[in-house]
Every structure is written in C-alpha cells, then in structure tokens.
C-alpha cells in the first residue's frame, strides 16, 4: 500500500509557472479575512499554515507574495499526476487534487520490479513530466503508508515495515492519528493517554466505554493496524463552494447576492465532474464563529445552479434574522452519477431546463472565458 503527496501543491505549481517566485514565500488564498489554502516552503518557515487565518500568515511573513487559487489549472495539473499512478495500477484512490492511496499488490511482473522501485520511477516521472515534486510513503496499509509520506517532505521516500510498525508508532504523540484534533488530544491526555503507546497498551473495553467506536479504532491503528482496501470508486461525499467576507454581512439580499455565484461554482464542478447531488448543504459561520449548517433532500438529484439557489435560498431565509455573517458556503451531498440522476426525467422540469442552459453557458466559459457571461445577479454585487 502506497500513499502520495504533493509537495506544498498550489504554491508549487504557483512557483514552476511564475519561475521569479522560486526563491521567495508564496501564500495561495485570498482576501483579508480569508485563510492559506497552501503555503510554499519558505513561507511554512516563518509559521506559516493551512487554514491560518490570512491576516495571521501575513502578520507572521509579510514579505509573502500571496495568489489567489486558480482551481481550474491545480484540477488539470493533479489529472497528469493520478494518470502517472493509473498507468502503474487501477487501483488508485485520490483523496483529493494532491494525495492519493495506490495498491500495487501483484503488479511486479507487469510494471518489471518491486513496488518501492516502482514507486521511485513514477515520482522522478512526475517531477520530470509536470516540474512538481512529491513525497511517497510505502507501508502495509493505508493508515502507516499515510504517515510514511509525510516524514521526509520534500521529495521524500519512506517505507515502514509490518514489523517495525509498533515500535515505529509508540512514542509519538496521539495527534498523529488521523481524527484526532487539538480538542480530542486534550481528552485523551486528561485520560493519561499522551503518546501512541499509551493507546496501544491500553485496554480496548475502557477505551469503548470512554470514547466509544471512535476509541476502539484508534487502539488498532496505535497497533499499525488499519483494514481499509483501496478503493478507487468510493464515493464522494460531497461538493462545495464558501468564501470568506471582507467585512461581516446581515442583509438578507446581500446573502443571497453572495450565494448566487457559489451555487454557480459549486453547480460548474458538479457537472464537470459528472456528478450529481440528492440534497443541498447550507453553510454559516456568525460574526462569533459558531458554524451553521442546514441540509434540504431534494425529491430528485440537481447539478444546476438554479434549483441549488433556489433550496439554499430557502434555507438562508430561515437563518438571516439579523445575525451578522463572516462566511457562507453552498453544497451538494449524496452525490450520484449524473447518468443515475438523468434516468427517468422524460419530461421538461425545472432541473433539465435549467440544465440546458447551464451546459451551454459551461460552453461559452470554456472558450471566451469565466466573464464571457456573468448573470445579472451577479452584476448586482
């Protein structure tokens, strides 16, 4: 089992198409009250992090030089990047635009050696193909392969053995186990459980009564245990858009002039990845940062703009009481292929005409550009 990651991916592909900002920090995210989405090298040595708030990474590097995501041009970039590890086996499992888990179990004949020579052969292919880099972990499951990745950034190669697995884990603190945040890591610690080996030694029956299934499964990863197969047709579960505002908003039309062009993005990335949703998820976040979301199943699946308006509308209505906002968000849950979701529509509805219609401006984008057509409610921001 072998897990890839790009290195630093957004700000590395900033870098190779901009070649003057190679020797500089590079912060991709946007807007005064945004957060990093990626942050290059150089920046994460002054602090710098994903999901920082942006005022915070530039307090702590103000010389960074910060763009904004082009997703468009990472989305074409990571598909050279997974059809590199399609060609070595089918059974790739992309986590996102910049990881994913491979099996190469029973392809040594087939791609001719073992799979760390393998390995080693697509990551300079990559690197010479695309001009990024990537980090490989090689490991008995995915949970290990995972944390093998991540241990010689930049251009790394590790590989961790079933027998050394135990030994490998037990003094690291637990935060390393996936799932358990800074919250969670202060429970187990009030619990004597500050490292791994802590877990590992403890007895499974206390762990169920104190922490339940989520404390049974972190006992058998502690014991580099972890059963999950690859699976490259998992299911997504699900799709968004959200931004950040400069300033906090209550306004109920501006909300809604807010949401319009995220249901427009969110409704673009559905389609293009042949997807549809079965219910809409609104998101909020208040002037205090507490998080709302509200959900809405649809009697059948859209990929439009329109009906995915129309229900988040919907649903904001029922929050905008004068509460003022500092993010919004719009997305799609329980998504079907939209071959599934087209079948037995026989008939004109809102979501096919609307369909049409959006297909046909997806056209137009594709060829003149995003502000080749711009909806007039769009032009009221």
Known sequence: MAHLDCDAFYASVEKRDRPELRDVPVIVGGGVRGVVTTACYIARLYGVRSAMPMFKALRACPDAVVIKPDFAKYRAESGRIMA???????????????????????TERLNGGPPAWQLARVQKEIER?????????????????????????????????????????????????????????????????????????????????????????????????DARPVDPAQERRGLSAETTFETDVASLVELENRLWPLCEKAAARARAAGVAGRAVVLKLKTADFRLITRRRTLEASTRTARVLFSTGRALLRGEADGRRFRLIGIGLAELVEAGHADEGQLFASEETRALKAEEALDRLRARFGAAAVVSGRTLRR
């Not at 060609?87 to 491979?102: F, G, I, K, N």
């Not at 950034?153 to 390393?176: N, Q, S, T």
């Not at 187990?188 to 989520?214: C, I, K, N």
């Open 84 to 106: 590199a590890l399609r060609r070595l086996t089918p059974l790739v499992q992309p986590l996102s635009l910049d990881e994913a888990w491979l099996d190469l179990s029973g």
């Open 129 to 225: 193909e695309t001009g990024l880099s990537v980090s490989i972990g090689l490991a008995p499951n995915k949970f290990l392969a995972k944390i093998a990745s991540d241990l010689d950034k930049p251009r790394g190669f590790a590989l961790i053995g079933a027998a050394e697995a135990k030994a490998f884990l037990e003094p690291r603190p637990v935060g390393v186990l996936p799932g358990v945040g800074p919250a969670f890591v202060k429970s187990l610690e009030r619990a004597g459980l500050s490292t791994v080996g802590d877990l590992a030694r403890a007895d499974p029956r206390d762990l169920a009564a104190r922490f339940g299934d989520h404390g049974l499964r972190l006992h058998r990863l502690a014991l580099g245990e």
